[in-house]
């Protein structure tokens, strides 16, 4: 019997998790679009934050396909375990990309996580919205495993009052 990682299994005890999987998706999938819209562009962004030029493409091209193959498993995807088990790492890896480059733009003043598309001056903001990010990511996380924990031992938290 194949273990099946849908989330999809989980909605009738966690129906919050699908909306936050969801809302995951959406920012990828924002950030990635805003970021290939003017994807030319995006490499001399990379490098006028810091990112060495010769591997500013590379980065670029890196950081959408990850973005990209993140998605089947926030999702929810009907497809095979293996992509789906490679999905789930690649959100964290797609999260800690994005957020070592913001920290690299955040000390020239600009942000890249919009790429070329919007030029908007860089701060504490975008840092912070890249935590609310991870947060969202670690909730979706911790959920999930309490959900694995009840369903293998049959224990459900019950609320008192």
């Known amino acids: 019997m194949s273990k099946e990682h849908s989330i999809i299994r989980h909605m009738d005890k966690l129906p919050q998790i699908f909306w936050v999987r969801l809302s995951l998706a959406f920012y990828f999938l924002v950030i990635m679009l805003l970021q290939l819209f003017s994807f030319d562009k995006f490499p001399r962004v990379l490098a006028n934050v810091g990112v060495d030029q010769s591997i500013s493409t590379v980065v670029s091209i890196t ?33 800690f990309m994005l957020t070592t480059l913001e920290v690299i733009a955040f000390y020239s003043g600009r942000t890249i996580l919009f790429g070329a598309t919007f030029d908007l001056p860089g701060g504490g903001w975008s840092l912070l ?3 609310a990010i991870w947060i969202l990511w670690i909730w979706s996380v911790v959920s999930v495993l309490n959900a694995g924990v009840e369903k293998k031992t049959g224990k459900v938290k019950r609320e008192e009052g």
Not at 65 to 94: D, Y
């Open 129 to 131: 919205f890249l935590a």
């Open 63 to 95: 950081l959408v396909l990850v973005g990209l193959l993140a998605l089947p498993h926030l999702l929810g995807m009907k497809t095979s375990s293996k992509l789906l088990k490679v999905s789930s790492w690649l959100s964290p890896v797609f999260l």
